[in-house]
């Protein structure tokens, strides 16, 4: 059975920085796109970053630009968010989700797979 697992969260100040990883095992990894989402408390879940199965596409929300770097090492089947600059509105629970495509995508429901989640707090 393919399984997500996300670590790295934690609590950091404003303007510190967290490396989110998110590791896969059980199945296919390198042919897929993998994505971030975050869900805040009270909010709905929002993208944040994808990146395609061999990292030729990168996409972000544009809050998260130039901050945050989505990368991925197919060889661990591992991807990875690595998240500068954090402010309190980035506070969240993020997931690491593999899409049923190779090309990296925005939308939360070409993505099957889900992780656990991993909270990353941001305080001011």
């Known amino acids: 059975q393919v399984q997500l697992v996300e670590s790295g969260g934690g609590l950091v100040q404003a303007g510190g920085s967290l490396r989110l990883s998110c590791a896969a095992s059980g199945g296919f990894f390198s042919s897929y796109a993998m994505g971030w989402f975050r869900q805040a408390q009270g909010k709905e879940r929002e993208f944040v970053a994808a990146?395609?199965?061999?990292?030729?596409?990168?996409l972000y929300e544009d809050s998260v630009k130039g901050r945050f770097t989505i990368s991925r090492d197919n060889a661990k089947s591992t991807v990875y968010l690595q998240m500068n600059s954090l402010k309190p509105e980035d506070t969240a629970v993020y997931y690491c989700?593999?899409?049923?495509?190779?090309?990296?995508?925005?939308?939360?429901?070409?993505?099957?797979?889900w992780g656990q989640g991993t909270q990353v707090t941001v305080s001011s």
């Open positions: 990146i395609s199965w061999n990292g030729g596409l990168i």
């Open positions: 989700a593999r899409s049923s495509f190779g090309l990296a995508t925005m939308q939360s429901s070409n993505f099957g797979l």
